[in-house]
């Protein structure tokens, strides 16, 4: 007992170390039972290593491709493959994503104040989709500014410096949404331009990978470009401008500015009060909606690490939707076991950002006619991810008439179940007109930043590749 109490700072260690007044001949016996025993672990380690190296390499990896127009929703269903095969990867990358989200929440401050300075300074070309233009005959009238809005202007100035360093971490330096010109481009919608503010830059990057590891390495204090702010400098900032961020997005006069030029603006105000603190930590939920346009092709391979088909290698390939990234996308086409095509269903009144003159949605089944018909994807099996569910349903809660924006629809009902039915079909239809060959063909309704139904969606997804289920759930032709 006296042993325990005083040799041993592990409650167990009793049990390994050796028996008192053992012998020099005890002693060496014991020593050479120790060393067979981890001789035979060390052999059966190996043994286990061996066996999985072979299974991968046996196991050809499956290649994915996630194809669509920007901000439909690619980059968001890769992060949720992570969030649900690749854990630890995700872990470790989730904290990286802070500096995103602020700069997130920065170009939602910029938007709005964009959008109030138009108003303040007299400009009446809202967009004609607006709601409140549904009689332009009908003048507007005018909105009171006071003090206070200039105030909260000059006090939320920091956020300018801030976010130009936060760029400049992340290594965002592209901005290239204005050129419509490229291969897929569509003509045109008739009709007029969008009018009212553009939104200002996002930020983007080859690899967030590389971006993050930027960030990482950056040591704290350090000086960066041509700002010498310390790395947490931006954290507080935004935290001093907590108050004055709330009292901008609640103000009634800025509600009504917003509403009038159809500005939308939710991204991580709401949760201003969780955000914008020195402790913050983005939750997955957080990573999920945090947006960073893509640039290029980014590959990422992840092993699964559970499941029927554990230890195969998926590379997932996420491009860049903007009308002149899509010529990179072609390279890409060969020896590819599926595409993940994400076609953001409640943008059906909305303009594209790299050209306002074209429907977004028009936009998307301009793309899906193009892959279709593409005879380097002949006969690959294609996946349809009709997306932003949620936001369709609140749009048509809201009032929206999809009518107005897609007169095909007709009479059909308002409502977001039907407006899924119809789309699905016209999908399935012209996959069945441009396909070359025989395919595979999968729809799913889905929102992908709800991480627990698309979990369940992507189990079924990874299945339905992998075991070749596709080929009979619904089979085209
Ligand atoms: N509400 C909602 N937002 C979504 C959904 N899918 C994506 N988003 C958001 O839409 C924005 C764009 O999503 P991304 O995944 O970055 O889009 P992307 O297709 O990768 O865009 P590019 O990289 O520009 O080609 C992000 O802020 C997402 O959080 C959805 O189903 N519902
Ligand atoms: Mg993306």
Request: aromatic share 8%; charged share 30%.
């Amino acid at each position: 007992m006296g042993r325990l109490s005083t040799e041993a700072s592990d409650p167990l260690a009793f049990m390994t170390a050796p028996p008192p007044n053992e012998s020099w001949e005890q002693k060496m016996a014991r020593e050479r039972r120790e060393a067979e025993a981890q001789r035979v672990s060390d052999e059966i380690d190996q043994k286990l290593k061996i066996e999985r190296a072979a299974l991968k390499r046996n196991k050809k990896p499956v290649k994915v491709l996630l194809l669509g127009q920007a901000e439909s929703g690619k980059s968001t269903t890769l992060k949720n493959f992570q969030l649900a095969y690749a854990r630890e990867a995700w872990q470790e990358e989730r904290a990286s994503w802070r500096a995103v989200i602020q700069v997130n929440l920065i170009r939602s401050v910029r938007t709005i104040f964009d959008a109030v300075l138009l108003e303040m300074a007299g400009d009446t070309s809202y967009d004609s989709d607006s709601d409140e233009r549904a009689n332009p005959s009908v003048r507007l009238p005018l909105l009171q500014f006071t003090e206070k809005h200039q105030l909260l202007k000059f006090r939320l100035m920091p956020l300018r410096r801030v976010e130009a360093d936060l760029r400049r971490r992340l290594g965002a330096a592209c901005d290239e949404l204005s050129d419509a010109s490229s291969l897929m481009s569509s003509p045109p919608l008739p009709g007029p331009e969008r009018a009212g503010p553009a939104r200002p830059s996002e930020v983007s990057v080859r690899s967030w990978r590389d971006a993050f590891e930027m960030h990482i390495r950056s040591p704290k204090g350090s000086s960066v470009g041509h700002g010498t702010l310390e790395s947490d400098d931006a954290t507080d900032v935004i935290a001093e401008c907590r108050e004055d961020i709330k009292d901008l997005w609640e103000d009634n006069v800025v509600r009504q500015v917003l509403k009038r030029r159809n500005v939308r603006v939710e991204d991580f105000l709401d949760d201003i009060d969780r955000i914008a603190v020195h402790s913050y930590i983005p939750t997955d939920e957080d990573v999920m909606r945090a947006r960073l346009r893509t640039v290029g092709i980014q590959e990422h391979r992840m092993t699964l690490e559970e499941g029927p088909d554990m230890g195969r290698d998926w590379i997932i390939y996420d491009v860049g939707g903007a009308r002149t990234q899509r010529a990179a996308w072609i390279p890409y086409f060969q020896d590819i076991n599926a595409i993940i095509f994400l076609a953001p269903v409640s943008c059906f009144d909305e303009r594209l950002e790299e050209d306002p003159r074209v429907n977004r949605l028009e936009d998307t089944f301009l793309l899906w006619k193009s892959i279709t018909s593409s005879p380097l994807l002949a006969g690959v099996a294609i996946v349809l991810f009709m997306n932003k569910c949620d936001l369709l349903e609140q749009k048509i809660k809201k009032g929206v008439r999809v009518k107005k924006y897609m007169p095909s629809y007709g009479e059909r009902e308002n409502s977001a179940p039907h407006v899924l039915k119809y789309l699905r079909g016209k999908f399935k239809e012209m996959l069945k007109q441009y396909s070359p060959s025989p395919r595979p063909f999968y729809a799913f309704a889905t929102s992908v930043v709800d991480t627990q139904a698309t979990a369940v969606t992507l189990t079924s997804v990874r299945d339905a590749i992998l075991r070749d289920h596709l080929k009979q759930a619904d089979f085209v032709f």
